[in-house]
């Protein structure tokens, strides 16, 4: 049998409170759906550093945002989950999933 390997996702918004934690509920439950097994954190944008974003296999801001570095991990923006319009999350969510498969995390 094989083992699901666990991805971890970073979400950040502005205050890293409502709409990250928001982008985290959402994605743990549409990505457990679809049969991956996900820990998202949520965190404030200005907390995020290279040290920090090393421990993630994928990074969901808010929006576009200049970190001052350039991450290793996909960057997806995840602002659209937020609306909760199908036809806006879904993009976001096949993003993730195709970034997911890109890495083999799945």
Same mark, same amino acid.
């Given at each position: #049998? =094989?083992?699901?390997? #666990?991805?971890?996702?970073?979400? @950040?918004?502005?205050?890293? +409170? *409502?709409? &990250?934690?928001q982008i985290k509920s959402a994605l743990e439950?549409?990505? &457990? *759906?679809?049969?991956?097994? +996900?820990?998202?954190? @949520?965190? #404030?944008?200005?907390?995020? *550093? =290279?040290?920090?974003?090393?421990g993630y296999d994928l990074f969901t801001p808010? @929006?576009?945002?200049?970190?001052?570095?350039? !991450?290793?991990? !996909?960057?997806?923006?995840?602002? !659209?989950?937020?609306?909760?319009? !199908?036809?806006m999350s879904a993009p976001v969510y096949d &993003?993730? =999933?195709?970034?997911?498969? =890109?890495?083999?995390? &799945?």
């Amino acid at each position: #049998m =094989e083992e699901i390997q #666990m991805i971890k996702i970073l979400a @950040a918004c502005g205050a890293g +409170v *409502n709409s &990250s934690h928001q982008i985290k509920s959402a994605l743990e439950e549409e990505l &457990s *759906n679809r049969g991956y097994d +996900v820990h998202c954190d @949520a965190v #404030m944008v200005k907390d995020v *550093n =290279e040290d920090l974003i090393k421990g993630y296999d994928l990074f969901t801001p808010i @929006a576009a945002t200049d970190l001052g570095f350039e !991450p290793d991990i !996909p960057v997806i923006e995840a602002g !659209p989950i937020l609306f909760r319009i !199908p036809a806006m999350s879904a993009p976001v969510y096949d &993003s993730i =999933e195709a970034a997911i498969k =890109e890495r083999g995390l &799945s």
